[in-house]
């Protein structure tokens, strides 16, 4: 690999991982989740309030709806489009909200 090239990736890699940039991330992933649980997540008529939802219980549900273990009219046909990373910038994001 040419020094520009190694220098180029190492930059990327910074920047990608950087926790200004998940969060930037999260809330940009959010906006798929408005439509039904409002813009700041607090949910709508039936649709569950999930702003300030724990982490780790936000990732263990999402993945019941993933692998249909979780009974849901729509999440267990969202959720599969999402990947890891992805779900784990929605919960961080989600948890950091009041």
């Keep these: 690999m040419r020094p520009a090239h190694f220098l180029a990736a190492s930059f990327f890699l910074a920047v990608a991982t950087s926790p200004a ?11 798929s989740c408005a439509g039904c649980h409002g ?5 709508q008529g039936a649709v569950p309030d999930i702003r300030g939802y ?13 692998t249909d273990e979780r009974p849901a009219t729509i999440m267990n046909r969202i959720a599969p489009g999402f990947t890891e990373a992805e779900v784990a910038a929605l919960a961080d994001y989600f948890s950091s909200l009041e």
């Design 21 to 31: 940039i998940a969060d930037a991330n999260g809330m940009m992933l959010a906006q």
């Design 39 to 43: 813009q700041d997540g607090a949910g």
């Design 54 to 66: 724990d982490r780790e219980a936000f990732m263990r549900i999402w993945e019941g709806f993933r």
